[in-house]
């Protein structure tokens, strides 16, 4: 029973009845502050309600204006991150974790589809570690089958779904905790590069959920794994890569420094791309859940 439920049925076991006196103003007065409190308790479960299907936990990301990009001013910035700019994003579900290697074997044993790289290494495939070596084309695979077996569309990320959903809430930050370097003071947020030492516990993936959630219930929304997005790269300035030749990817990896964890930090690969420190995590239309 959750914490919203426990209170609901203490309130109503205390509730004064028909005729007692002590049901007076100042006893309503009291009660009407619990009452807000309960309100707000039981929306804001209601805003960020858990569905699950095929084995994977999804959460639901509130519709909203959603402040994105980095200041110039943010350490490890750039040169192509957005400035800070408002968003608005529409509700939708995001998978709690990144697609796992359990999680992917049930599709390739529905499709056929051969196993990705590193499929076989002792390192990277634990079953709640994080399936790597999967291009963007396999992640897209993947939310088709989704879709196919749910009836309920599936996707990659956009870039601003997965900005706002990795916030969890804040505002201004570089970070889902905050402000804080991922190791500051010995306490490890998120699994990166330490030179080829395990200072975080893992020196490759972690398994899933390893580290704190953030504000949205989310997990590795930072290191871990590199995800694939939906969109297109479009990178500044001259380059050696044309527009629409890359896909965007999020959130850092074990293989990165801290600057790479940030929010507004992106990465890029060409769509047939495939590594060890890329996965990614799927979305789920809201307004067609079941």
Known sequence: MDRAHRTVKKMW????????????????????????WLLALVCSALAHETLEAQSIRFRLIPAGY???????????????????????????????????????????????????????????????????????????????????????SHNLPSEAQWEAAARGGLTGQPYPWGAEAPDAGGIYRANLRHDRTAKDGYLFTAPVGSFPANGYGLFDMAGNVSEWCLDQYTPTGSGPFKPGLLRLLKGGSWFSQARDLRGAARQSA????????IGFRVVRQANSAK
């Not at 006196?21 to 009452?35: C, H, I, V, W």
């Not at 060409?270 to 420190?277: E, R």
């Open 270 to 277: 060409p769509p047939g791309y495939a590594d060890g420190y």
């Open 13 to 36: 076991r205390n509730k004064p009845r028909a005729g007692d006196r002590k049901t007076d103003r100042g006893t309503l007065g009291l009660l009407f502050p619990s009452l807000c």
């Open 66 to 152: 959603y402040l994105l990009g980095s200041p110039l001013s943010e350490p490890g910035r750039y040169a192509d991150e957005d400035t800070p700019h408002r968003v608005r994003v529409v509700s939708f579900y995001l998978a709690v974790t990144e697609t796992t290697n359990a999680q992917y074997q049930g599709f390739l044993k529905a499709t056929g589809q051969q196993p990705p790289l590193y499929w076989e290494d002792k390192n990277l495939n634990g079953p709640n570690q994080p399936v790597v070596g999967v291009t963007w084309d396999d992640a897209m695979a993947f939310c088709r089958w989704l879709t196919q077996v749910t009836g309920v």
